[in-house]
């Protein structure tokens, strides 16, 4: 059964940093891309950031760029994204999805998606 957790998700204050974590089973990592995503209140969900089945091809939406870093620990079964100097845009739930298609922004080309983790940029 393929599974994704994300977890990390917390409030902090602008300029904070948070890492969040996505735990998969049922699927090996070196087999497929992850990419991250968030939805805030209101608003369309969004592609953040991905990660190719290799782990030497990262991609970030124009807003993160310089302030998160996505990476993956296969033998811990974990993809990670590591954000720094938040800010109140940043606000939202984060998703990690499992990818099986070409284009890492597209949601179309996810399967399998988490439950999501909160993330609160606010002082």
């Known amino acids: 059964q393929v599974q994704l957790v994300e977890s990390g998700g917390d409030l902090v204050q602008p300029g904070g940093s948070l890492r969040l974590s996505c735990t998969v089973s049922?699927?090996?990592?070196?087999?497929?891309?992850i990419g991250w995503f968030r939805q805030a209140p209101g608003k369309e969900r969004e592609a953040v950031s991905g990660?190719?089945?290799?782990?030497?091809?990262?991609y970030y939406t124009d807003s993160v760029k310089g302030r998160f870093t996505i990476s993956k620990d296969a033998a811990k079964n974990s993809v990670y994204l590591q954000m720094s100097a938040l800010k109140p845009e940043d606000t939202g739930r984060y998703y990690c999805?499992?990818?099986?298609?070409?284009?890492?922004?597209?949601?179309?080309?996810?399967?399998?998606w988490g439950q999501g983790t909160q993330v609160t940029v606010s002082s």
């Open positions: 999805a499992r990818r099986n298609g070409s284009i890492w922004f597209y949601a179309s080309d996810y399967d399998y």
């Open positions: 049922g699927f090996t990592l070196e087999y497929y891309a």
């Open positions: 990660i190719n089945r290799s782990g030497r091809s990262t």
